[in-house]
């Protein structure tokens, strides 16, 4: 089955820096690449995601990343602010099976004012 | 538009007792799925339902099990609870279409296993 490694799994910035998180999955028919957010005791949210014909993907202050052919995929967060500290999940799935996502273990950002 | 609920948000149970979990997904959508969550070993799939039927089943034991309501409103279920199932139960859902991939989450149904 599919697996997902997520690093680091803790990262502490400034405000105003930029923060990268880094994911490899080992399934080559993976093919859709979402990130969640988590804040303290909330659900996780949806905040980007990339299909694998896609090579970078913005949005506004995030971006994500993907290297088929390395198999990685990674999360850029440029100008942090306070309320991005969260917990990053990274995951991976196969279009025919959006809901059955394989996640990586969560990296825990924060951001210091 | 209403989110995803799920009841009980938490709950207490003894080793041996049995649990069952429920969870009502945003109108419309037909597919909810269900998630492990504990502090180990972050988000893990258990099952995913869509038209009342299992599609994906995650690598939990026979313990484990759901089903799915003609309305789309799931059930998990777990017996003979063990100290390590204690953990977030995440139900999600999901409309129908291409590129639909986005997971609506619930809060979670925090089970404590004493």
């Known amino acids: 089955g599919e697996n997902v490694e997520q690093h680091p799994s803790t990262l502490s910035v400034q405000e105003g820096d930029s923060a990268v998180i880094k994911c490899t999955y080992s399934d080559s028919a993976s093919n859709y690449f979402p990130w969640y957010k988590q804040e303290l005791g909330k659900r996780p949210q949806l905040i980007i995601d990339?299909?694998?014909?896609?090579g970078e993907k913005k949005d506004q202050r995030i971006a994500v990343t993907l290297n088929k052919t390395a198999k990685h995929f990674s999360l850029h967060i440029t100008e942090t602010q306070p309320e991005d500290s969260a917990v990053y999940f990274c995951a991976a799935s196969w279009s025919s099976g959006y809901s059955t996502l394989t996640f990586g273990k969560g990296t825990m950002l924060l951001v210091s004012p | 538009k209403a989110g995803v609920t799920q009841t009980p948000r938490y709950l207490i149970k003894t080793r041996g007792q049995q649990v069952t979990l429920s969870c009502s997904p945003i109108?419309?959508?037909?597919?909810v799925s269900w998630y492990q969550q504990t502090p180990g070993q972050g988000l893990q799939f258990l099952f995913e339902y869509f038209s009342e039927t299992q599609r994906n089943k995650g690598n939990f034991p026979g313990r484990f099990s759901g089903r799915q309501f003609s309305n789309s409103r799931s059930e998990m279920n777990v017996s003979t609870l063990e100290l390590g199932d204690s953990a977030l139960y995440l139900c999600a859902s999901r409309g129908t279409g291409p590129n639909t991939g986005e997971l609506f989450f619930g809060e979670g149904s925090r089970l404590t296993v004493l």
């Open positions: 990339i299909r694998s014909n896609v």
């Open positions: 109108s419309g959508h037909r597919s």
